[in-house]
């Protein structure tokens, strides 16, 4: 059983008694170190992938520029999920992986962000994995309208009160 399955019984902490939508009140919690690691896959035709590979996209450079893109958008994520905490990020990296998979071609992006404060930043690295796919996808849609983004999922997350957690195989 998945853990989002074993969890389904759990209070959603982003309602009220009235189940009116609500920012989680984080004040009394204590400060500690947070870290969140989330990735996810951009699936693409072989020239394509070939095109990112040699840095001769039309746009530029993919990867930096999805590397680039994706931290901005971990640093931006409060302005775009509405109950979301803005937080002071103390860091946020991007892996970008080429997959030669002859059959099934994509990029391999992984992010970690990290924080000390009362929340997490699990929705911060997710979104950084989501802009940086996106910002792929932009970059070399004239080339392949078909890309499919997917398996974007949390790998992990430390710190606060429930401590470490790793995602199943």
């Known amino acids: 059983m998945s853990n989002s399955l074993q969890n389904s019984n759990a209070a959603l902490t982003h309602f009220d008694e009235q189940g009116q939508a609500h920012m989680v ?27 990112i ?3 001769t996209a039309k ?28 937080l002071a990020l ?6 970008l992986e080429i997959v ?12 970690t962000a990290e924080t000390v404060g009362p929340t997490g930043v ?4 997710l979104t950084a994995v989501q802009v940086a796919l996106l910002t792929i996808y932009d970059m070399c849609k004239a080339a392949d309208r078909g890309m499919v983004i ?20």
């Open 100 to 111: 030669q998979d002859p059959l099934n071609p994509s990029v391999l992006c992984k992010a």
């Open 25 to 51: 009140d984080v004040g009394a919690k204590a400060s500690t170190h947070r870290l969140a690691v989330a990735s996810g896959r951009i699936h693409m035709l072989p020239a394509t992938l070939a095109l």
């Open 90 to 95: 103390t860091r946020v990296a991007l892996e």
């Open 150 to 169: 997917t398996d974007v999922k949390l790998l992990e997350k430390q710190g606060g009160k429930s401590g470490h957690w790793v995602a199943p195989n």
């Open 122 to 125: 699990e929705m911060e690295a």
């Open 53 to 55: 590979q040699a840095g």
């Open 59 to 86: 746009k530029g450079d993919v990867l930096g520029i999805a590397r680039i893109a994706g931290i901005q958008g971990a640093k931006k994520t409060s302005d775009l999920i509405p109950l979301c905490h803005p």
